[in-house]
């Protein structure tokens, strides 16, 4: 009986892919030859390895088991090809990173710089959609954005916990408030993000959650633009707990209804991202143990 790695990325291509000719496509291959990998495999070992629902590739229970294992070789082993076809740009450049948030991305990307200060770095500021599709065609090769899916197509890992958190100005009539119910915001002045902010939706949903409909009195597009509607006293607006470390006539409170934590990630592609990329993602994940 022999597991060949033909074998193993024919199997994890179609689990990927969700189909043959979509596992063929991304390894260069035919169709056919896909599939005969798959047979010989189900037939040496005499399993079932997919089955048809509803007209759809679905692996099974065991298929699904021998991925975990096999995508773990596999990713080592694009790992040691990457660093003898890549050797030479270990240290070097330029690193693109893509952040929806400054805080605590500058601390990750900082203690990035200390370990390899020979790396041009490239950064862009954006909203989550902005971020996942930069990263999805390449155009950037690492990002720092909540709640990224936990997906076979990404390598991730998490950074930081945040909430999001309603700010107004000193002379608003909420400022003293440390704390407050989503109710009390329904007949106040609101300053919205566009739909592209991931802050933007955990607001509006949970508006919807709470049955309340508020009125957005200005809509802006960027992170500064909401801090200084805020802080020149326009409304109400909102921002992840640690998405700024501004105070000037600027004041914190916490909405009751939006204390749910929401996770960021540093993450790239998981089959097409730089080595660089890669040990960004190592110091992030021993930052973020310290």
């Known amino acids: 009986m022999s597991l060949t790695s033909s074998k193993i990325r024919a199997l994890n291509a179609v689990v990927e892919e969700g189909g043959f000719t979509a596992a063929a496509r991304r390894l260069g291959v035919s169709q056919p030859a896909v599939t005969q990998h798959v047979r010989e495999l189900q037939t040496e070992f005499q399993v079932a390895l997919f089955e048809k629902r509803r007209g759809a590739i679905v692996p099974t229970a065991l298929c699904r088991e021998l991925y975990r294992i096999t995508s773990d070789i596999r990713r080592r082993e ?83 916990s945040q909430t999001v958190v309603a700010l107004v100005h000193p002379d608003h009539p909420l400022a003293d408030r440390d704390e407050i119910e989503i109710a009390e915001l329904a007949e106040q002045q609101m ?87 890669h040990r960004f993602l190592a110091v992030v994940n021993e930052t973020s143990l310290t």
């Open 78 to 160: 694009d790992d040691a090809l990457r660093l003898l076809a890549r050797h030479d740009e270990m240290d070097f450049g330029p690193l693109r990173i893509g952040i929806g948030n400054a805080m605590p991305a500058m601390r990750y990307i900082s203690a990035f710089r200390a370990r390899h200060p020979t790396v041009t770095l490239h950064i862009e500021t954006g909203p989550w959609s902005r971020i996942m599709e930069a990263v999805l065609t390449q155009n950037i090769d690492v990002g720092i954005i909540p709640e990224v899916p936990d997906e076979p197509r990404f390598t991730r890992v998490m950074c930081s």
């Open 191 to 277: 300053i919205f993000r566009t739909k592209q902010s991931y802050v933007q939706r955990v607001v509006d949903a949970a508006f919807t959650a709470a049955m309340l409909e508020p009125h957005a009195a200005v809509v802006v597009d960027t992170r500064d633009s909401m801090l200084e509607a805020v802080a020149n006293n326009l409304g109400v607006g909102f921002v992840w707990s640690n998405g700024s470390s501004r105070t000037e006539n600027i004041r914190r409170i916490k909405v009751r209804e939006m204390e749910k934590p929401w996770d960021e990630y540093a993450f790239h592609l998981a089959h097409s991202a730089p080595t660089i990329a």
